[in-house]
């Protein structure tokens, strides 16, 4: 007898699968790569006149105690602590050996007074703001060629009070890329965990020409319409190298992880790509995507890990993106354990998608995707499997999936839609397009 596939009970018995896989990786870890460590000397935000009382505003004495930790240079570092409390500030830079630790119940608040917000260059591998064209908003909490710096805490919180930046980007009257919440440009040896974050302006976590990163144990909110509030864009890695992303959650207005490296002309041309990444035990939901790659990747992106991932009430389940123009490459990405629950699409590899920073890109600046492995996805109330749509002058190529099961909403077998592609497909249900069936030479990993 046939048992029909997507019931309550079976979709019980794939979360039960899926959470004993995660049991068993819960002890896999990359965090190593830049541990917790303890400082010598510990000085609070209270010292040097700040006032938790969500009123007074606070900027003089960040600047003032991140002053002191930059010129004193204390041995082993300084932990700045911020206690119980609102915290009203305008953005800050952070210096390096450094701890910004949040206490239980603290948190650092962004100031809504827009009027006066700072401003910064455009990212070279961007050359304009992402969202207007000239310079951009100074991040929230950032640092530019820093050492050593860690993030963490209690699960205090970080606000970035975005809702009078998403009306501007909403009624059309914004003059400059919004801001992000933190931003670490050039910088090594990063550490953030155990902190809330929310309602950042724009990106919430953007690590961009930085290495050897560790975001962990991090919560990330925002409202679904709250517009392109990406969680973790390194850009969670933007032109980065060793990146490592573990057991997070995130809700936001906009793609729960994303990798990126440049824009069109100016990410070719800056040519830094985003490199060993390693992203798994995340959970979330989102209107966009979960996972996504590109589309911004004219840098390249390669030797990507993605495991454990449990998506729910999502667009799409896994979207990699690129577009004509953008050049660079997408190599060597492995994306396993997946879980998807109310996702409208579970997969998409597309070569169609994103706008242009101006009219100056390369139409004969064609992107590389080749060597992507996805496998072990278990999909319910799914409403399209999915699509891989490359590009005719580009197709991509060694697409392999394998033991994907993306069950549709009562019982539907909606169509794979590919074209311009090449790979092979093991154990997928609904069954792919043949152009993954009919190439027995493709190399499928693992």
């Not at 800050?92 to 239980?104: D, G």
């Not at 319409?225 to 990406?230: E, K, Q, Y």
């Not at 992106?301 to 998506?311: A, D, P, R």
């Not at 394998?402 to 790979?423: I, T």
């Amino acid at each position: 007898m046939e048992v029909r596939v997507g019931t309550a009970a079976t979709a019980a018995a794939m979360l039960f699968a899926l959470l004993l896989s995660l049991a068993a990786a819960a002890e896999t870890t990359c965090s190593g790569i830049v541990p917790m460590r303890s400082r010598n000397e510990v000085i609070s935000i209270e010292e040097f006149g700040a006032v938790g009382d969500g009123r007074t505003l606070n900027t003089w004495s960040f600047r003032k105690a991140i002053y002191r930790i930059q010129h004193l240079r204390r041995q082993g570092g300084t932990l700045l602590h911020v206690p119980r409390g609102v915290w009203l500030t305008g953005n800050f830079n952070l210096t390096s050996h450094m701890t910004l630790f949040l206490a239980r119940g603290a948190v650092i608040k962004a100031t809504q007074d827009t009027e006066n917000w700072p401003l910064a260059e455009p990212l070279p591998s961007y050359g304009r703001g992402r969202e207007r064209p000239g310079g951009r908003y100074a991040s929230f909490i950032q640092g530019y060629g820093l050492v050593d710096v860690i993030i963490t805490g209690e699960n205090g919180t970080i606000d970035g009070q975005g809702g009078v930046w998403w009306n501007m980007w909403n009624q059309r009257t914004l003059k400059f890329t919004r801001p992000h919440l933190l931003e670490f440009l050039h910088s090594t040896y990063i550490h953030i965990s155990n902190v809330i974050l929310k309602n950042s302006p724009f990106w919430n976590i953007h690590p961009v020409y930085s290495s050897n990163v560790v975001i962990r144990s991090v919560t990330v909110l925002a409202p679904h319409d709250s517009p392109n509030t990406d969680g973790i864009d390194p850009a969670f890695a933007d032109s980065c190298s060793n990146v490592c992303i573990e057991d997070c959650f995130i809700s936001t207005g906009d793609d729960l992880v994303a990798v990126k490296s440049g824009w069109d002309e100016y990410g070719i041309a800056y040519g830094r790509p985003c490199s060993d990444i390693i992203i798994r035990r995340v959970t979330g939901s989102s209107p966009f995507s979960g996972i996504a790659i590109g589309s911004e990747a004219s840098g390249g992106v390669e030797n990507i890990l993605i495991e454990n991932i449990n998506i729910y009430s999502t667009g799409i389940g896994i979207h990699i993106k690129t577009n004509t123009g953008r050049g660079g490459f997408i190599r060597n990405v492995t994306i396993s354990q997946v879980y998807m629950n109310r996702v409208g699409k579970g997969l998409r590899i597309a070569g169609d998608v994103g706008d242009h920073p101006d009219e100056n890109f390369n139409l004969n600046a064609l992107p590389k995707v080749d060597g992507v492995t996805i496998r072990n996805v278990w999909g319910v109330e799914v409403q399209q499997p999915g699509s891989i749509e490359g590009i005719k002058a580009s197709p991509f190529t060694r697409i392999c999936l394998s033991n994907v099961k993306l069950w549709e909403v009562g019982g539907r077998q909606e169509m794979w839609q590919c074209g311009a592609v090449s790979g092979t497909a093991v154990g997928v249900q609904p069954w792919p397009c043949a152009e993954l069936t009919t190439t027995s030479t493709v190399f499928c990993n693992g």
